[in-house]
């Protein structure tokens, strides 16, 4: 999924870089074997928000979401392994891999170059 930010464009724009506020939250400690972790983007803000070591995708994206806080926060990207965050001109891309520089790729690639904003992968 890919997202423009007109906060990022403009921090791109101006100052050369962009800067993001990251929030996250790994399941709770008695959860059994999870596979499952989401990262949200609030593209007004900056801000993201991560989760991993969930039951189901959907309790991940709902964490994700909650840890980003934003009325704007949209999930980018869910996953298994391990999932990251682009942009590249004010456009956010998530990815996901089986490692994190698959993952990583997978962002860079979609967002069509740029730089990784936020990465996370299960069982960290």
Request: with cysteine.
């Amino acid at each position: 999924m890919i997202i423009k930010s007109a906060l990022a464009a403009t921090a791109l724009g101006l100052a050369g870089i962009a800067c993001a506020t990251t929030v996250v939250t790994a399941a709770p400690a008695s959860a059994a074997i999870v596979n499952e972790g989401a990262i949200a983007v609030s593209t007004s803000t900056g801000t993201i928000g991560s989760s991993w070591n969930y039951h189901s995708v959907g309790d991940a994206q709902i964490v994700a979401v909650r840890n980003c806080g934003h009325a704007d926060c949209t999930v980018l990207t869910t996953f298994t392994f391990c999932g990251a965050v682009a942009v590249n001109r004010g456009y956010w891309h998530g990815g996901y891999g089986t490692t994190l520089a698959a993952a990583e790729s997978d962002a860079i690639a979609g967002a069509g170059g740029g730089r990784i904003a936020h990465y996370t992968c299960n069982g960290r």
